[in-house]
């Protein structure tokens, strides 16, 4: 890890958040109206595109997915999820609800991930790319590389 601060947000996380891992599709319906309400609030905050939480779940279902999960005192503080390749795993979505969060959940949801890659024994773990420069910077913080998606404008001549 690269920062100090990222570190201080991890130790945290470790203190007040509480994790588990979702692997059923009856795991993920016990909080489903929940994700629903959150999954739309993060959208509008971000503006980026998010699968249907049916998509997820049929993933999730199939054993492709599992979801690490965190819970503070609050009660459901987000989710990340990752695949279950043994050669490279994927971090695909990230969900947090803001409004029992702390600062230092997000960095927690992705410090779990990269536990869980290690666990699974991968070779690579993906994190994704993003066209948010804050997202990117956060990624490289914690050791990514190349984070940030390349675009390009198109204008209409």
């Known amino acids: 890890l ?14 007040n958040l509480k994790f588990c891992e979702w692997t059923t599709k009856q795991e993920l319906e016990v909080y ?10 993060q ?9 249907p939480l049916s998509l997820l779940a049929d993933l999730l279902s199939d054993g492709l997915i599992s979801f690490i999960v965190a819970f ?11 695949t279950q390749s043994k050669i490279i795993a994927h971090t ?8 029992t969060a702390g600062n230092y959940a997000s960095v927690s ?8 890659s290690f666990e699974m024994g991968c070779s690579i773990l993906s994190m994704g790319s993003t066209s948010s420069i ?5 990624k490289e913080s914690i050791g990514g590389q190349r984070a940030i998606s390349n675009s390009v ?4 001549q």
């Open 153 to 156: 404008l198109i204008k209409d």
């Open 43 to 51: 959208h509008m905050r971000h503006q980026s595109p998010c699968p």
């Open 72 to 82: 503070s005192e609050k009660g459901f503080v987000g989710f990340i999820t990752v």
């Open 134 to 138: 804050s997202l990117a910077r956060f």
């Open 109 to 116: 949801l992705w410090y779990q991930a990269v536990r869980k």
């Open 32 to 41: 489903r109206g929940t994700l629903d309400r959150l999954w739309v609030e």
């Open 92 to 99: 695909n979505w990230v969900l947090i609800n803001r409004q």
């Open 2 to 15: 690269r920062s100090a601060r990222v570190v201080h947000k991890i130790n945290q996380g470790s203190k």
